[in-house]
């Protein structure tokens, strides 16, 4: 019985191993507000996006779509503030930015045809799906695969986002072992520092004494 549940929590995880990293949401922009959010990227990662923008109507009390909406997307590698995407956009469509480097990237979206005061409601749908870059470099349809070979490609594609998470995961290591070791350093400097400062202190403090001692000429 054991084995059985061990062998189907295997092929379970299997399966949701090969699945793409996807995910959605929806948002309220009003006039010039600006949404931002973060997400920590492997380096060569691609992500498409989703969206669509819906206006808010007073008479009719629902979203509405309004053509002369435009949404306005950055893309900026965090914190080193590097740009990776920036697009006028239409109020419905997609796009699409690789990572470059790992670490966490900061999206934003805005509307770029409301005024400063303008309290005009947006509705935005946004779906982000990350896969590796890798997905797209196969010049062999999928069509002409067999199921096999699919889930071999896909195993294959899953081990190089491994191998990049465990890169990303190294560089985070050394970072924080390279803070550490500074942290340590700054700590015996100042300590020496402190020793040297009362090591002085004392060292006045003596002769101070001594002189008055010498001028009560009790030594």
């Keep these: 019985m054991t084995n059985n549940f061990t062998r189907w929590s295997i092929c379970l995880l299997a399966m949701l191993s090969i699945l793409p990293s996807v995910f959605g949401l929806y948002f309220y922009l009003e006039g010039s507000e600006q949404k931002c959010f973060t997400e920590e990227l492997p380096k060569e990662t691609m992500v498409?996006?989703?969206?669509?923008?819906?206006?808010?109507?007073?008479?009719?009390?629902?979203?509405?779509?309004?053509?002369?909406?435009?949404?306005?997307?950055?893309?900026?590698?965090?914190?080193?503030?590097?740009?990776?995407?920036?697009?006028?956009?239409?109020?419905?469509?997609?796009?699409?930015?690789?990572?470059a480097e790992s670490g966490e990237h900061g999206i934003c979206l805005y509307t770029s045809t409301s005024g400063w005061f303008s309290s005009t409601k947006i509705r935005v749908n946004f779906d982000m799906e990350i896969t590796d870059i890798m997905d797209n470099d196969s010049d062999t349809p999928d069509s002409a695969l067999s199921d096999l070979a699919l889930r071999i490609r896909e195993l294959n594609h899953k081990v190089g986002d491994i191998r990049r998470e465990q890169s990303y995961l190294r560089d985070h290591e050394m970072d924080f072992r390279d803070k550490s070791e500074a942290t340590n350093g700054h700590t015996v400097i100042w300590t020496i520092v402190q020793l040297v400062v009362l090591a002085v202190t004392c060292a006045w403090q003596m002769r101070h004494l001594r002189s008055f001692f010498e001028s009560r000429k009790m030594i």
Aim: charged letters at 30%; zero cysteines.
């Design 48 to 99: 498409t996006a989703h969206y669509s923008a819906e206006e808010w109507d007073e008479q009719t009390k629902t979203f509405t779509d309004n053509k002369d909406i435009m949404i306005e997307v950055i893309v900026d590698e965090l914190p080193s503030g590097n740009r990776v995407y920036s697009q006028k956009l239409s109020r419905k469509g997609k796009f699409t930015f690789t990572s």
